[in-house]
């Protein structure tokens, strides 16, 4: 393998952000716990400075580093930015949850730091290798960000599940590239489109090595039926490392999916066989996640079903197998993103010393409580649910007009039959924030920091979905521009 | 004389005073939010007139166009334009808007500025329905609606108002998600647009217009709502607060009606014609089945609830017999219906503020302590039964004009509800208001105050127009029906 100084210009954000993980992680031990908002400060400015540097390769042709292992091309220039800023949002709302939990802790931010960069790792990634190395390096953080309150004997157990389902879901992705690497004697991306262009891939073990690597990437994205954890994760968590499970991943997950089958396995022969095995796993992830979500009386672990039935969606885009259904898709993922964001914020918020607000009982009456709030968390909800003028109805519609393109008529109908029932739980949260009596009296704490940042994020899901314009162009620019199999 | 961009205007410029009515905050303001809600009200219907007097009555295309483009990546735009039967609905809109402000007025003491809120930001997203060419600015008006009445009537409704509201949400949203997949479809087979009148020039299959056909059909006929799938109508108007009730069944029903009108006949007219024996009849179950239905309600709100169902169904009739003379008729029933049963309903609301109680067994003799009252609510139970002079005669008589030169049975099953309706709406005005003075509570009911005699005074003076001189509507509306009609007549095979 040959190195070149020139390859370090496209991975600067990289690299930028690991100088900085590794002074954090210094200068933190030189901290004492009442200074401790010098470390979240640095990791505010750290995961700030990433994002501004990523973003500067917005536009750019892709660029390969590192023999080939990397790109920096405009689609991973967009995620990346998006990871960062998710991080550095989830991170703000987070502070006041952290602090009387015992976990506003340098081992936080840090664990952060290297989830950050692993999903950035995995964005970038052109090599299967570099593609498993950045997942590892982020699911190894966030297993322990899970384990990190202690003393829970929830969160550890959780932990646990996490780490046994997630070791076995890596194996699962393992098997499968060691057999396409089998099949076409490389592990490299573009090797591998060039192998089985040329037609001398064996297609059986081909074949074989996809299906496990589907079912690896079903694991990962939560989707039925590979889904078993997220309930578990979502709930035992501490709810700050449920935001990050629950967010910023998932744009790494669909960069995953987009560089593995859209890129790697996208031959056209290959796209009818993953096809089929998505159309399964979205239509059951729709059904699961929605019907289920409807008997769940605690709020982290119905946004955990609801996930479910999000990633379901985002398959939708996925498995119509056009440059329009991948933007769709990636469309889809970014506006999940900030919903998620807001719902799992919320959350946080509500929290307060000595008392998780995870219970759907707590949201009881806050719109007489916080009437701001309450409509913020309104808005989030019509947006999950897919009601216009919410930027999450532009993300179904999107979706729905990807598969309808392709013929999936009925595939359609069953989405949005699912969502209707999926409204009906958006919809319980409506109901008892606005018509039920409040059942507490304690008045929510917001800083001003996440109070500010909560209402920009209420406010954007609502004027995306007045103007979802430029962030569905900049989502088929970023697409257009970098795949490498446009049909 | 005219504005710019009229359209916008009525569409925003509610919505906008919704949201500074909002910023008043909480009750201690109300007195200010109410003003601003009458002031922010009374100006949406002031530009509003302009339409009536800029509307060219010749023409039959749409009129008042704009056009925006708004999000590219699917070719949506922000397209604009309305013919004479959007307009009659978008003014219906803005009168009844005003008058529900001051209807809620005294009632509504908790949550004042949400509740005006909402009110004024529905009554833009309605005209935004009524005057949308766009399919996907159609659709994002017409589900927007749900929301602040998902919120009426769950936050300031009856009892069993959480039940309601779901129900109410629930059911217009399945409709509705089939219609975007319905229009997604259509996206895909028009090459690339959202564009109504281009809609209107595709040629689709058979097969794939009954499908179309069907899935607009699950939103309108539920929102309309079309026997069997009314029920969540009785539930939504018993524990709407009295506003909710008016704004449900003068604008919101329409809001069916419309689609009926500007989607699906024109986009598939021949589905349309295929399907039309279903759809009358269930109209006529409808008109009948309701009719008896509502003959045996023992509660107010519920009875004129069934009898607007009924009332629909005359519309739904009009619309699919496929003449001037049916689908003028449905128009102008839809307004007068518009004003009829929001006039109903502000009546038993009337009562309800005094004694707390929608049963007609709780009542009787009321005219002896409310003559005023009495009066009024007799002008439009009569109207409601149909009675000539009114408005409530004209559509009907047109519809049922237009029905006898269809088919002679479709006539004689419709005109019945000159007798149903007689017999329900009369026999519980009778229960209610004549005989001697029933019980106690009737005996301290005091007459109505200067604020609720303005409102039903207003109706009153709108229900005796269009039936004594109903031609300024008609003329408005007979380019734009022939228009329409043009479309119907087009096989698109």
Redo the contacts between chains.
């Keep these: 393998m040959e190195f070149s100084i020139m390859d370090l210009a496209p991975a600067s954000a990289e690299i930028f952000l690991l100088a900085a993980v590794c002074v954090i992680l210094v200068a933190d031990l030189f901290v004492s716990d009442e200074r401790r908002y010098l470390t979240y400060g640095l990791t505010q400015v750290a995961l700030v400075v990433t994002a501004f540097l990523t973003a500067g390769g917005i536009d750019s042709a892709p660029v390969y580093a590192f023999s080939g292992m990397f790109v920096g091309d405009a689609f991973s220039s967009v995620l990346k930015a998006g990871v960062c800023l998710t991080v550095a949002i989830g991170l703000v709302y987070s502070r006041s949850y952290l602090e009387p939990r015992g976990m506003y802790r340098g081992e936080y931010f840090v664990l952060a730091l290297f989830a950050t960069l692993g999903m950035m790792v995995m964005i970038s990634a052109n090599h299967f290798l570099a593609l498993y190395l950045g997942l590892e390096l982020l699911s190894l953080s966030l297993y322990a960000m899970v384990a990190l309150a202690r003393d829970s004997a929830r969160s550890t157990e959780a932990a646990m599940k996490y780490f046994v389902l997630g070791a076995l879901a890596s194996g699962m992705l393992l098997y499968g590239m060691s057999m396409v690497y089998g099949a076409t004697a490389s592990l490299a991306i573009g090797d591998v489109i060039a192998a089985i262009q040329s037609g001398d891939a064996n297609s059986t073990i081909l074949k074989f090595g996809l299906v496990f690597i589907v079912a690896g990437i079903g694991f990962k994205l939560g989707a039925v039926p590979f889904h078993m954890w997220v309930p578990d994760v979502y709930h035992g968590a501490p709810t700050a490392v449920t935001l990050m499970i629950g967010t910023a991943p998932k744009l790494a997950a669909f960069a995953f999916i987009v560089r593995m089958l859209v890129e790697a396995l996208g031959d056209e022969q290959l796209v009818v066989e993953w096809r089929q095995m998505l159309v399964l796993m979205s239509v059951a992830s729709l059904v699961v996640g929605n019907v289920v979500a409807i008997a769940q009386t605690n709020l982290k672990r119905m946004l955990a079903y609801s996930t479910i039935s999000h990633m379901g969606f985002l398959l939708l885009g996925v498995l119509s197998g056009d440059i329009d259904g991948y933007s769709a898709a990636m469309f889809y993922v970014s506006v999940y993103v900030i919903m998620g964001l807001g719902a799992f914020g919320m959350i946080l918020l509500m929290s307060r010393k000595g008392h998780e607000a995870e219970e759907l009982e707590d949201l009881k009456g806050l719109s007489q409580r916080h009437p701001w709030y309450a409509f913020i968390m309104l808005v989030v909800m019509f947006s999950m649910a897919g009601v216009p003028p919410t930027v999450g109805f532009w993300a179904k519609l999107s979706v729905l007009q990807a598969v309808v393109s392709i013929g999936y008529v009925w595939l359609a109908v069953v989405a949005v039959l699912f969502s209707l029932v999926g409204a009906f739980y958006y919809l319980r949260v409506v109901k008892l924030m606005f018509f039920d009596e409040p059942s507490q009296q304690e008045v929510m704490q917001v800083g001003v920091g996440s109070g500010v940042l909560m209402s920009a994020n209420g406010i954007a899901v609502l004027a995306l979905g007045m103007m979802p314009g430029a962030l569905l162009a900049i989502c088929e620019r970023a697409i257009t521009m970098s795949l490498r199999v446009a049909t | 004389m005219l504005p710019f961009a009229p359209l916008s205007t009525v569409i925003w410029l509610p919505i906008i005073a919704g949201i500074l009515v909002l910023f008043t905050?909480s009750d201690r303001n109300a007195v200010l939010a109410r003003w601003m809600a009458l002031i922010g009200s009374v100006a949406g219907f002031l530009v509003a007139l302009p339409l009536w007097n800029g509307f060219d009555r010749n023409l039959g295309a749409m009129q008042f166009q704009e056009f925006q483009p708004?999000?590219?990546?699917?070719n949506i735009n922000y397209r604009l334009g309305i013919d004479g039967i959007s307009l009659l609905l978008i003014l219906l809109n803005c009168l009844t808007t005003v008058l529900v402000v001051i209807a809620g007025w005294k009632v509504i003491q908790s949550r004042v500025a949400?509740y005006m809120a909402a009110f004024l930001i529905l009554s833009g997203m309605i005209n935004g329905v009524f005057s949308s060419l766009d399919a996907?600015l159609f659709?994002?008006?017409f589900?927007?609606t749900?929301?602040p009445m998902?919120?009426i009537i769950?936050?300031w409704g009856g009892p069993n108002?959480?039940y309601a509201?779901?129900k109410f949400?629930?059911y217009t949203?399945?409709g509705s998600?089939?219609t975007?997949?319905a229009l997604?479809?259509l996206?895909?087979a028009s090459g690339g647009s959202f564009t109504l009148l281009d809609y209107y020039l595709l040629p689709i299959p058979l097969t794939a217009q009954i499908l179309i056909f069907v899935a607009l059909f699950a939103a309108f006929a539920v929102k309309v709502p079309m026997w069997p799938v009314h029920t969540w109508l009785p539930d939504a108007h018993v524990e709407a607060p009295t506003g909710g009730s008016v704004v449900l069944a003068a604008i919101m029903l329409k809001l069916g009606a419309y689609g009926f009108i500007r989607l699906s006949l024109p986009i598939v007219p021949d589905a349309s014609q295929y399907l039309a024996p279903l759809v009358i009849a269930l109209s006529l179950i409808a008109v009948v089945y309701i009719g008896f239905v509502a003959l045996v309600q023992a509660d107010m709100k519920k009875l004129i609830a069934y009898s607007s169902i009924a009332h629909m169904g005359f519309v739904t009739l009009g619309i699919f017999i496929f003449n001037p003379h049916g689908l003028q008729g449905a128009v102008i029933q839809m307004v007068s219906h518009g004003f009829i049963s929001g006039a109903l309903f502000l009546c038993v609301g009337v009562l309800y503020d005094r004694l707390h109680s929608r049963l007609i067994a709780d009542y009787g003799g009321v005219v002896n302590r409310m003559p005023v009252f009495a009066a009024f609510f007799m002008l439009f139970a009569m109207a409601n039964a149909g009675l000539p002079g009114t408005s409530g005669f004209v559509g009907e008589f047109l519809v049922i004009m237009g029905t006898m030169s269809v088919n002679f049975w479709y006539t004689f099953t419709a005109a019945t509800t000159l007798v149903f309706g007689a017999a329900y709406t009369l026999w519980m005005y009778k229960r209610v208001v004549f005989g001697g003075v029933a019980n106690d509570k009737v005996a301290s009911l005091s007459d109505i105050d200067r604020r609720e005699f303005f409102v039903l005074g207003v109706l009153a003076i709108a229900v005796l127009c269009i039936g004594i001189y109903p031609k300024p509507l008609t003329d408005v509306l007979n380019m734009s029906v022939a228009g329409l009609l043009e479309y119907v007549a087009v096989s698109k095979l």
Aim: hydrophobic share 70%; glycine share 6%; proline share 0%.
């Design positions: 905050g708004w999000i590219e990546t699917f949400q996907a659709y994002v008006f589900e927007a749900l929301i998902f919120v769950g936050v108002r959480v509201a779901l949400f629930l949203l399945l998600l089939l975007l997949v997604i479809y996206y895909n």
